[in-house]
C-alpha cells in the first residue's frame, strides 16, 4: 500500500529569516548553498542508510566543532533534530559520498565540509527533502515504546491535533505517547496495543 504523499505530515519549521541557507536531496546525494535564495556552491554527500535514515524536515545549525575524531572528519555542523545527535560533519571514508551510507548524518568529503564550516553560520536554516516516512517503496515497521525518529513525531503530532496527546513532539516514544496511542485505538476500533501498526498508520491517513 503505497504512502499518502498528500497527507502534508506536520515537521519542525523553521522561519527563514538569514541571508545564507542550505537545502539538502538526499535522494539525490547532493547538498547546496544558498545566498539569499540563489544557488551559491554544491556539494555531494552520503546520507542515512534505509535503516538509520537522515531525518527529513526543517532545522537550524546550532553548534560548529572541530576535529570531534577520525569518524567525523575535520569539522561537524549540528542540527537541533529533537530526538538525537544529528549534523554534517567531514568522513574517513570518502569512498562513501554519493551513497545511502550514514546513520543518518549528512556526511562530506573534509575539503568540502571545511569550505562548508567557513561559509554558513550557527543559527543557518537546513532543509532535508524527502516524505517523513520514507521512500513510496519502502516498508513501514511497526514503532513502539522506545523508538524515536521523524516518523514518532509525526505520530505525536497526529495524536496531538486529534485530542489525544498532550506531550511534546519531540520524536521520542515514551510512556505518555503509549498512553495516548492506546487511547486513540480503543476509540477508532483498533487493537490497543501501544503499537504504531499498519493499521494505525491508515486510520492516521499516512497510506493511501
Known sequence: MPLNTSANPALPIV??????????????????VYLDHIPYKSFPVAVGNPS???????????????????????RWIGLNVPWGVYGIHGTNK??????????GCIRM???????????????????????????????????????AGAVVQLIQNRLQSAGYYDGPCDGRFRYSTTTALKKYQRQNGLVPSGVVTKAVYEKMGLLE
Open 15 to 32: 522561519k527563514d529569516t538569514g541571508l545564507i541557507t542550505i537545502e539538502v536531496f538526499p535522494q539525490r546525494h547532493r547538498l547546496l
Open 109 to 147: 568529503r573534509n575539503r568540502d565540509v571545511e569550505e562548508l564550516y567557513e561559509i554558513i553560520p550557527v543559527g543557518t536554516k537546513v532543509t532535508i527533502f524527502g516524505h517523513v516516512l520514507g521512500e513510496a517503496n519502502q516498508e513501514l515497521k511497526p514503532i513502539s515504546e522506545g523508538d
Open 94 to 103: 570518502p569512498f562513501s559520498i554519493g551513497q545511502h551510507a550514514s546513520h
Open 52 to 74: 538509520t535514515p537522515t531525518p527529513v524536515g526543517e532545522y537550524i545549525v546550532t553548534y560548529k566543532g572541530k576535529n570531534w575524531g577520525p569518524s567525523f572528519g575535520s
